[in-house]
């Protein structure tokens, strides 16, 4: 299989009050379509480090990030964004849809960007599937996505296509049956759409449902589980 | 464009503070500014009236035209496309003890421009054209007007809309009339000042010639009454703007996350700094539009009791100031926008 997204030897250092923090000892890591992986870890260990480098909203300090072939970590900042924009649906443990605007809407913005017409097909067929479909009309307020967590961002996430898939502590303030839906919602469409999913969380009791379950600590990168 | 609107109508409460605030501050800035182009215009309309291209009053007058004597013979040696005397004197039309207006005799030479812009129909010695404000004062075509000094009462023979010098009601007269007036006699050879139109090639010695702008802004009190207004609504203009950019800022800072996530998503700075940019014109443009409706129904109601009057352009230019200043307010949001990291989102 090829691989869709390579870290090659990457590390980040930080200056902190005039010292030099190591926050990802030299690591190296590749991702496959179809794969859902988990990255485990405690707090301040590296996992969100981790996590902005192989999607581009920061430069490793070494190394390099190839995403479907093409290295893309030491690009400027704008056409990281655009890698991002195309590329990489976020999951982010913030409110990662906009508060003023329905969930249509958020999907309706992406095509305006890009300058298309909307996939009409694709909403209908994403709506239906994540079960927001009822929901399509309605502003994205916090109160309505603690209720129905899975579909909104998701759908956001999903809607432009991308390859890969980050999400950041997707299930953080949610119950345990909630939390399981986003999970069950995760797995299925990382294996429907072929996309890589990486999930940076704490909550273990899911780790079940990962092809390959990373730790990070103290910076340094290992394997827990790589499914066979 | 789509975020910004979408994100007004989303939050009405929060953005119609700030249209209301913007609609009341224009509000004051539209009706100073008809105020002051009326009250401006009522010093100067009288003569604006001719389409002349400069004034031409004696060296020794101290730029004062009630204190010009100009001969006929320096006149002659004007050298002018075309050229026109008339004379000015302020004097008190009386009705009777209670009803007295003050008025400025203006005697225009016949047969000139001066006349153009005026009524066509042929006055007699003692005729006048009066400024339509004076209808107001009981007078109407046809009245006999009397003038404190001078035993012949006149006739009013026309009325003519915006006939006014230094705010007060013009009386057009004929030149020869207004020498009379002022010297008892018709004969008398000399007017007050004269009026140029066109080229303007040499005056002699004695005579110093104004252009037209010149010439109003030695006024008594015109230039300072201009200076004055212009700075109020200068002022008006930029403390408006600063506050709406300070609004914006405002807002701005408390989306600071909302912005870090959708950069994160790969929405580029560039939209979200256009996105500020296009919601603070939105605002600007939809408040003072208000604002301008508003004087337009206010002078609808009290019109006429005030000096007011309409430029299009000074209104243009308004606006455009508005939303010029406005958007420079907004480049600080724009700034903060751009210094958002993504990075801190996630």
Same mark, same amino acid.
């Given at each position: ?58 430069? $490793? @300090? ?6 479907? &072939?093409? %290295?893309? #970590? ?6 990281? *964004?655009? +890698? ?57 307020? $916090? @109160? ?6 899975? &579909?909104? %961002?998701? #759908? ?6 991308? *390859?890969? +898939? ?63 | ?346």
């Amino acid at each position: 299989m090829n691989t869709l997204l390579e870290a090659k030897r990457i590390t980040k250092d930080f200056l902190q009050k005039e010292e030099i923090v190591h926050a990802l000892q030299e690591t190296s890591f590749s991702g496959f379509p179809g794969q859902f992986i988990a990255i485990i870890g405690p707090s301040g260990s590296g996992k969100s480090t981790f996590l902005t480098i192989i999607g581009g909203l920061q430069k $490793p @300090t070494t190394g390099e990030i190839v995403l479907e &072939g093409k %290295p893309y #970590s030491r690009l400027d900042g704008k056409s990281r *964004s655009k +890698i991002r924009f195309e590329k990489i649906g976020f999951i982010l443990q913030s409110a990662s849809l906009i508060p003023f605007l329905t969930v249509r809407e958020q999907l309706d913005l992406y095509d305006r960007i890009k300058k298309r017409a909307p996939d009409e097909k694709r909403i209908e067929e994403l709506s239906e599937r994540l079960g927001v479909k009822k929901l399509l009309n309605k502003t994205a307020q $916090p @109160t309505l996505w603690r209720r129905t967590p899975k &579909g909104g %961002p998701s #759908s956001k996430a999903l809607y432009p296509n991308p *390859s890969v +898939i980050l999400a950041d502590e997707p299930t953080a303030a949610l119950d345990g049956a909630r939390s399981r839906e986003v999970m069950d919602l995760l797995k299925s469409e990382t294996a429907r759409e072929g996309k890589l999913t990486i999930m940076v969380t704490h909550d273990e009791r899911f780790l079940g449902f990962c092809d390959r379950v990373c730790k990070i600590e103290d910076g340094v990168l290992t394997d827990l589980k790589i499914a066979p | 464009m789509f975020l910004a609107w979408k994100e007004i109508i989303r939050n009405k409460g929060r953005f119609s503070l700030v249209v209301v605030m913007m609609v009341l501050i224009s509000y004051l800035v539209y009706f100073l500014m008809g105020l002051a182009y009326g009250l401006a215009s009522s010093y100067t309309n009288g003569i604006t009236k001719w389409g002349a291209s400069g004034i031409v009053l004696t060296k020794d007058a101290n730029d004062n035209a009630m204190m010009s004597l100009v001969s006929d013979a320096s006149f002659g040696e004007i050298n002018a496309d075309e050229k026109a005397r008339f004379g000015l004197l302020p004097a008190v039309a009386k009705e009777s003890e209670d009803n007295k207006t003050d008025v400025y005799l203006l005697g225009q030479e016949s047969g000139t421009f001066l006349w153009d812009s005026l009524s066509d129909i042929s006055l007699g010695t003692y005729d006048v054209i009066a400024d339509s404000s004076l209808m107001k004062a009981g007078y109407e075509v046809g009245s006999s007007i009397s003038i404190v000094g001078f035993s012949t009462p006149f006739v009013i023979r026309a009325f003519v809309e915006k006939a006014t010098y230094q705010t007060v009601p013009l009386l057009y007269m004929d030149l020869e009339t207004w020498r009379e007036v002022r010297w008892g006699e018709a004969s008398v050879p000399i007017s007050a000042a004269v009026a140029l139109k066109g080229n303007i090639v040499s005056v002699p010695d004695t005579l110093k010639s104004y252009s037209l702008k010149e010439y109003f802004n030695v006024l008594p009190g015109y230039g300072a009454q201009v200076a004055t207004f212009t700075l109020m609504i200068s002022f008006l203009i930029v403390i408006a703007s600063f506050i709406i950019g300070v609004f914006i800022y405002v807002l701005t800072l408390q989306k600071t996350s909302l912005f870090g996530v959708m950069k994160a998503q790969g929405i580029s700075s560039g939209y979200l700094a256009t996105s500020v940019l296009s919601q603070t014109l939105l605002l600007t443009v939809s408040g003072s539009l208000l604002g301008f409706g508003l004087t337009a129904l206010s002078v609808a109601f009290i019109g006429g009791k005030l000096p007011f009057a309409y430029n299009l352009w000074f209104n243009v230019a308004i606006t455009a100031a508005f939303a010029i200043f406005s958007l420079i307010g907004a480049l600080f949001s724009v700034r903060a926008v751009l210094k958002i990291d993504p990075v801190k989102a996630i």
